[in-house]
C-alpha cells in the first residue's frame, strides 16, 4: 500500500514525486527553499510515523540542506542528527558518521563546540562494535573541539570513552595516552582527583602491557606535578612499581585490590584485577643484570 501524505490540499506520494520548489524556470526566477524545506520535514515525519526510515533518512536529509539554503545551520544540523540516527537504525554505518559530521561541522558554524562535539561523540558510540577505529577518530575530533574552545572539563568522559575503545583492541600503550590527555585537561581545570586517578590509571595499562620501563617514566613525569605526588594514587603507584622491582607477586595483588585502585574506572579496575601479567622474576633479574658490579658510583 502506497502511503500518500496531504499538505495544504495537495497530495504527495511517498516516492517523493513534489513539485521541485528549489527549480528555476521561465516563471520562478528565485528557489522556494522554504516550502521546500516544509513539505520534507512533513514528509519525515509522516515517512517515520510509517516506519519508513530509508524514506524518512532521504527527507530529512533534504530538510537539512534546505535550512542550510536558508542560513539556518541549527536547524540543519538537527535534521542531519536525525537522519544520522535513522541512518544508525538502518544500520548504514558509513552514513551514521557523515551525517553526524556534517551535524558537527554545522554546529561549529554556529559557534556552539559543546553540540558539535556531541554530534562526533553519537557517532563513536554508534560505531565503537563495529568500526572500532573509526570511533576513535570521532572521539578524538570530538575531544579536540572541545580542547580549542577551552572547554577540556566537558571532554573527560570522550577520553575515557575512546580509552575503553583502545583497551578492547588490546592498544593499552594508546590508552595510556589518552588517560593523560585526561590527565591535562583535568589539571587546566583544577579537577585534582580526576587527574591523579587518570594518571594512576595510565601507570596500571602500562603495567598491564608489561612495560615497566614506560610505567616507571610516567609515574616520574607525573611526580612533578605535586597534588600527584601528594596523592593517595602517587603512593599506590609508587608500591605497584616497588613491588615489580622486588618481584613481590602478593603485594602487586593487594595493592591492586586496595580501595584506591578501585575507585578507578571499572575496565582499569579489571585489568588491575589482572596484575601482573608477564614473569615478575624475570623483571627483577632484568633490573639486576643492568648494574654494573665495577661500577661502586
Known amino acids: 500500500m502506497r502511503v500518500c501524505l496531504k499538505f495544504k490540499n495537495t497530495s504527495f506520494e511517498s516516492d517523493f514525486q513534489f513539485k521541485n520548489l528549489t527549480k528555476l524556470t521561465l516563471t520562478r526566477w528565485s528557489a522556494d527553499w522554504r516550502g521546500a524545506t516544509e513539505l520534507y520535514e512533513q514528509a519525515a515525519n509522516g515517512f517515520r510515523a510509517s516506519n519508513k526510515y530509508e524514506k524518512a533518512k532521504v527527507a530529512l536529509e533534504k530538510a537539512s540542506k534546505g535550512q542550510e539554503m536558508q542560513a539556518s545551520p541549527w536547524d540543519a544540523a538537527k535534521h542531519m542528527e536525525s537522519a544520522a540516527a535513522l541512518a544508525q537504525k538502518l544500520s548504514i554505518w558509513n552514513e551514521v558518521a557523515d551525517f553526524y559530521r556534517k551535524a558537527s561541522e554545522l554546529y561549529v558554524e554556529c559557534g556552539r563546540a559543546q553540540p558539535a562535539s556531541d554530534a562526533l561523540g553519537k557517532a563513536a558510540r554508534a560505531l565503537e562494535d563495529v568500526k572500532p577505529d573509526d570511533a576513535i577518530q570521532l572521539y578524538t575530533d570530538a575531544c579536540e573541539i572541545l580542547e ?131 614473569d615478575v622474576t624475570a623483571i627483577q633479574m632484568n633490573t639486576n643484570d643492568d648494574l654494573d658490579e665495577d661500577d661502586l658510583t
Open 148 to 278: 580549542e574552545d577551552g572547554r577540556d572539563q566537558m571532554a573527560f568522559d570522550l577520553y575515557r570513552a575512546c580509552a575503553n575503545v583502545y583497551i578492547k583492541l588490546e592498544k593499552f600503550t594508546d590508552a595510556a595516552t589518552f588517560f593523560l590527555r585526561l590527565g591535562v585537561a583535568a589539571d587546566k581545570c583544577d579537577a585534582t582527583n580526576s587527574q591523579c586517578k587518570a594518571y594512576l590509571s595510565a601507570i596500571i595499562l602500562y603495567l598491564y602491557a608489561h612495560d615497566l620501563q614506560q610505567a616507571e617514566k610516567c609515574y616520574n613525569d607525573c611526580s612533578q606535578i605535586d597534588a600527584f605526588l601528594k596523592s593517595d594514587q602517587s603512593r599506590s603507584a609508587s608500591r605497584l612499581l616497588t613491588a615489580y622491582n622486588e618481584g613481590d607477586i602478593e603485594e602487586i595483588k593487594k595493592v591492586a585490590s586496595a580501595s584506591t585502585v578501585s575507585n578507578l574506572d571499572h575496565m582499569i579496575i579489571k585489568l588491575a584485577r589482572k596484575l601482573p601479567t608477564g
